[in-house]
Structures are given as C-alpha cells and as structure tokens.
C-alpha cells in the first residue's frame, strides 16, 4: 500500500511540476531540459594559483594547467548554477567566484561559491551564499573571504567570510564602504580602493581589519580620481593599485604594506593602465599589444627592464590579469582568449601557449575565442552559430567542428545572423551600411566552399533560409542615401544550379519588420506594430496573400508545416495558415512577455527572460506547457533539431540542450520499492 501512495504521489508531483504530457507526448511521461554543452561565452575574469589558471567563461569554470613553459591545456570544468561569472579568486587549493543567479527576479541575491580545486581536474563546490546585488569582486588569502558589491539597495558594502575547517563559508560581519573598484586582502586586513569614477572626488586605499571588522585607515591617492576602472594586486607586503587607462597623473601607485594599518606611497607612474600586475620585485603589464616588465622600485621612471612584442593575440586585453609563479614564473591574461608569457627570464619574455577554449566542446582549431554569439540555427544534425567576424559550424557527424573565417574583403566584421539552407549557408554583416549578405556551399560540411555574396544592402535584421534562398529583413537606421543601395525591407537572396548569387525579389516596406520567416515561396512577416502578413515571393515584387493583427508589439516569428508562431509584448500566437490568404489565430499558449521562439514538430519553445519554456501545440486551442528551465542569458535567438533546442547569447555564446522524456513511474520506482 505504501509503494502504491509513492508512485501516485510521484505522478501528482510531476504534472504539478508543469511536466504534463500533452496530447502528442506518450502517456504518463513529461519532459525536461538538460544542459548538453556550452559553446564559446563570454571571458569575463581570471585567477591563478600554483600552477593552475581559473577562468570564467559564461557560466562555467574552466582550470587549465600551466606548464614550467607556458604553455596552457585544459584539465577540468565546473558549470556554477549562475548566468555569468563575474569574478574569480584564488589561493592554495581554494577558489572563490561571485556569480549572477540564474533567473531574472528583482529579490535575486548574487552568489559567492567556495571551490575546492585541490584536484583541478574535479574542481567542486565547497559551500555557496547569498550575498548583496551587483556584487563585483571578490578577494581570498588564508582562510579569509570578502565580497564586495555595489549594493543598489543597501550601498557599497564588503561582506566578509572565514573559512572553517570543514570547509565552509562563515560570515563574519559586513562594512560600508565608499564607491570602490576592487579588494586584496593580506592577513587580516582587506585593501579596498575607494574610487567613484568621477573626477571632482577624492580617491584612497581603505584599509579593513576583518578581525575587528573596523576600518582602519585611508590612504588618499589623488591621481586615481576619476578613473572607471581600477584594480589592486599583492605580492608579500607591498600593492599596485592600478587605473584603467595609460597616462592619467599618477594613475598606477605602488603601496608598502609593512605596517598593515598605516600604508605609505613608494612610486607611482603614469604610463600604465589597469593591464598591470605586481610580481614580487617586478611589475609586469600589456601596453596596447606589447609586454613591459619593469623594476617596482623604479616604478615611475623611464625605461623597462624588458619589452616584447606579444601580437594581435594580446589586443583588447581587459584588465583580468594574473601570475602563476609556483611554474617558474608565467605571466597570464584575459585577452582575445587566454594568453600566456614565460616570465623565468625576466629580461627575455617568451610568448608561449595560447587558450581559446570553447566550453564542452573542446578546442575548435583556427578559431579564436569564439566569445558571444549573436544568432544560431540548425538543420538535421548541423548547427551554423554567427559570432563576431566568423561562422562556426557544429555538428556529430565532423571529426572536429568546422570554422569558416570571414573572407578578407568579403561582408565585412560582424557575422550576427546565420541560416542554413539546402546544403548553403546563408550569412548576414550588419557592421555597417552598406552591407551584404554571402552564400557558401556546405556540401562538405567541413570543407565549405564560399560561392559569393549579394552587396549594396542596408543592414540585416534578421535571415531566414528555405531551400536555394533566404529572405533578409534590411533596415537602413540611418536613412542613408547611397549610391545604388537597396530600399529597406524584404530582399530574397537566390542562388541558381551554377552556384551564382543574386538579389531575387524585393519588397520595399515603409513599416518596422520585426522579423520574417521563408517555408518554400512563403514569406511569413511581423510587423513590430502588431501586424503578420503573409507574402508570395516568387514573383519579382512580392505579392500581398493575406494579413492578421496580433495585440501588442512583435519580436520574433516562425512557421513550421501550415502552422506560424509569433513572440511580443503579449505573449505568444499561434497562427493556421492553412488558408494563406486567411490566417487565423488559434490559441494563445504563452500570455508572459516572450522575445524569442521557436515551432517544431508540434512544440513551441519560447523565451522570457531568462527562462526557456516547451509547449506542445499539436492543438493550438488546447496548448500543454512539457517543460521549462532557467537559462543562462538573455538569448538572442532560439533553433530546434529533433530533441536538441540551441540558445544564441552574447554572454554564454551557444548553449545547447536536450529535451528529455521522463516517466515518472521509472522515476520513481527505486524509492517505492525500499
């Protein structure tokens, strides 16, 4: 009788979940969502110890080992229930990260992980709090541990932690603060650069003692007020505290931390940023493309004990820097991916080993830091991702992820939206007007083959591919009056048998196209006012089949068999077209904002803030929520292949997930057996 109650609990506990069968799924089974992969993501922050570097890409932690060279390779991952990383610290076999909570919730906390990286190759969570908003640094030394944040609510504050022996976070009290930038901590006490960003403000080093949780002293630093951005390091009792940008007066200085409640300035310079970092007698820092080691003591004065020439890897560097000196010495930063400088010879810096890792999927050869990824979609077993200035391409049936690089002189940097035709590729610049629109063949998935481009058109809104064509959303925000550039509107890309690319139909539009989708000759078009038109674009101007108005403003459209889907202000419609000349609404599944979907196969997957949502909508009229999931980011499209759904962001790049079946019987079982 027992083992009965627990399995009719179960059941109970699964459709009250919202993991419902719907009328298309197999009866007494729901559905979830689990994480397969993250590809790329954004690389936000670093942190090193030993002969281990942390960094945070999106929402994983990635630990690669450092060699005695330099050189770098990944030895293990954890992904952090967050959706991004915002900050890493580490010390002997310890780690600590600040991270954003998943969802979206005005009452969401920041969270501080304790990580044990004894074994970096098995890195896990220790103990996990809740700490203020906008929480952006964090500092770790012995068995202390500070978060600091901006507290929108509460005011700039630290948050300070001991370690106990269980290992444990225990916090040990909280300290207003001035508006700060940064925190180290030495002993017992926390440094805190006390810095607002504007320049009729003073600026100091506040110095902590946590043991008392008493602010001790300020050390005014005139010659870093008004930067926005600073960062302070340690090594033994001295600090550089440094500003973000080269040539401010005295914007990098140099603190003797002898005495810990009184320190004094021992040199300052000018001709550094925050891309700066204190490594005992030395300070190590990137200008622009080249590596400078310069003598601390010296600091200020011209000349450098070493310079180098690091190269395009080493441009656009944050200020995320760090030293993993128990190797010998190697100089590591944040930059267009992680990048590595043996250091043993101080007065001969060697360029060594170079990280751009992409998450779960391993290293995609000749691609950069694939970073944050503006639009996705996917065919059978192939999925095209548009990041900056390049395409990838994934799929299970490659050895080894294929990468098409943008030509040089082809359609310009931005790579922001991608579809996938029949066996073509279909890529879209909108860097600048004007723009273009090029083809490749993906006959060879890992050998595609660039076939040519259409020029001359303003940007690309949106790009969707049916067959040999696409159909491209062009928008001129600029009103542009150029020679020869294509009206705003709808252009329909054609490529013929011999592979020749070409501006097929065009329909000029006055209106705002939120998006539009092509199913063979049928363009299905969203207005943002409010409007879905259906168009047939066989013709050379594109004729008008029949239109529907939708309640509130439109994002995102899609259209699968003679049924289109359409996201906005008021929730989600689903349209029959089976009467072109005649759409009509027949259910409303989603009445929550949603900006992204997509329509497959009878389910419907929807995007509101940072939460993904399935439907099955085999009855429009009846629609059934399967499954929903937080998701990491703000996703800038949505693309479906069998039960893979694939989420485009900026911050974690491409996140790929698989649509599960759960019995709930099976589920259960095991606990109703005992």
Known sequence: MRERALVVLALALAVDAGFGSGTAEPSGAGRRLDLVRQVGGEFRTLAATGSTAFVGVG?????????????????GGLDLPVDEIIDLAATDGRLVAIGDPLGDGPDDLDLLFLVDVADPAAPSVASTVAIDHDSFFVATAGDRVVGAGGGADTGPSLR???????????????????????????????????????ADQGAGLAVVDLGRGMRLERLELPGLAGAETVRISVDGSRALVTSGEPGMPEGTVLVDLQVPDRPAVLGRSASLGASAVLAGDYVLALLEDTFVVLDADQL?????????????DFRDCPDRLSVAASTGGTFVALCEGVVAIDVRQLEAPVPAGTWYGLGRSGEIPALRRLGGVGDVDAASTLVAGAPTNRIVLLSDGLKAPAVIAAPVGGCGFWSTQVALGDGLLFRADDS?????????????????????AVENLPLAKSLSAS??????????????????????????????????????AHLPLAEEIADAVLVGSMAVVGLEEGTVRVYDVDAATPSLLGSIDITGSLRDVDFDGLTAAVAGSNGVSVIDLTDRTRPLVTGRPEARRADRLALRDGRLYTASGRTLRVFDVSDPSQPRELASASIPDFPEAIAVAGDRVWLAGWQTGLVELRLALVDPLRAFLPLASR
Not at 300 to 312: C, D, H, K, N, T
Not at 468 to 493: F, T
């Open 160 to 198: 300070a932690f001991l370690v106990s022996d269980r290992g444990v976070l225990v916090p040990t009290g909280t300290l207003e603060a001035n508006a700060f930038r940064a925190v180290a901590i030495v002993g017992d006490h926390a440094y805190v650069p006390e810095v607002d960003g504007r």
């Open 59 to 75: 929402s994983r932690l990635v630990a690669l080992a450092v060699s005695p060279d330099g050189q770098l390779a990944k030895v």
């Open 467 to 504: 067959g040999r064509r696409a159909v491209a959303v062009m928008q001129n925000p600029g009103h542009l009056d150029l020679p020869g550039l294509a009206a705003e509107g709808l252009g329909v890309i054609e490529v013929d048998a011999a592979g020749v690319v070409r501006l097929g």
């Open 432 to 452: 600048s007007t004007p723009a273009c629109v090029e083809v490749f063949d993906l006959r060879s998935p890992d050998a595609p083959v660039r076939l040519g």
């Open 300 to 312: 200020g004065q011209p000349g450098f004990v070493a310079e180098l020439e690091a190269g395009a």
